[in-house]
């Protein structure tokens, strides 16, 4: 793996894993059970160790975040929204690009041109990030809301889960700006192979000298996009 690729993914799982931590050690908390003291941790183990849960944590909370924050909110589809804004710029190009292109056209270009790949992973982990920290922000929120009971309507938990509901929102309206950004990279990128899935993959052949095919060419793909 890559040194860029290595801070991708301590933006993407390891800032939103450590706050879906939190959230669990605060729970612990609240219930009497045993919890992190987090003033503990200062050797460099235990740093490690905890950075290294995160990453975890956040891969798999990520795939939660999906099944259930990411289907309430019922985003709308960004690889369509990234073909028009494309199409609406350049019309006459003639572009035949579909959405679900995206997952094939990338991994040609990873395979065509890694450096290329890595500019684009930039907007895709800020996305991937702030959709978990949007995610994680909404448990905080629910957290904070019986917290607002349990403590007899202390205002301060009325205000933090008011706090972390709306910056819940305005994450995952960010994260959908930086996803689109990556789409639309990805799309106009490949342009410069073809109009189409079809004629990325011929004039692939044709400079390669192989039969690649649409199969082929999605393994590896993003999936989280």
């Known amino acids: 793996m890559s040194i860029s690729l290595g801070i991708y993914d301590v933006f993407a799982y390891v800032l939103p894993g450590l706050l879906y931590l939190y959230f669990y050690n605060e729970v612990l908390k609240l219930l ?15 740093i490690f160790l905890v950075g290294v849960l995160a990453y975890l944590v956040g891969h798999l909370m990520d795939f939660v975040a999906h099944r259930t924050w990411i289907r309430l909110l019922k985003p709308p589809v960004v690889q369509q929204e990234a073909i028009n804004i494309i199409k609406e710029a350049h019309p006459e190009l ?5 959405a679900k292109d995206w997952n ?3 991994t040609f270009l990873r395979m065509k041109s890694p450096e290329l790949s890595r500019g684009m992973d930039e907007p895709s982990a800020i996305g991937i990030m702030l959709r978990n920290i949007s995610f994680g922000l909404f448990l905080l929120s629910i957290f904070h809301f019986i917290l607002f009971f349990v403590n007899s309507f202390a205002f301060i938990n009325l205000a933090l889960f008011v706090f972390c509901f709306a910056f819940s929102l305005i994450a995952f309206r960010r994260s959908l700006i930086f996803s689109r950004r990556y789409h639309i990279a990805i799309f106009e990128s490949a342009l410069a192979y073809g109009n189409s899935l079809d004629d990325v993959l011929r ?8 039969t690649t095919n649409k199969d082929d060419a999605s393994i590896g793909a993003n999936e989280y996009q």
């Open 203 to 210: 004039n692939a052949r044709k400079s390669n000298g192989t």
């Open 104 to 106: 094939v056209l990338g």
């Open 32 to 46: 009497h059970q045993s919890y992190i003291d987090i003033n503990q941790l200062k050797e460099i183990g235990y």
């Open 94 to 98: 003639g572009i035949k690009f579909e």
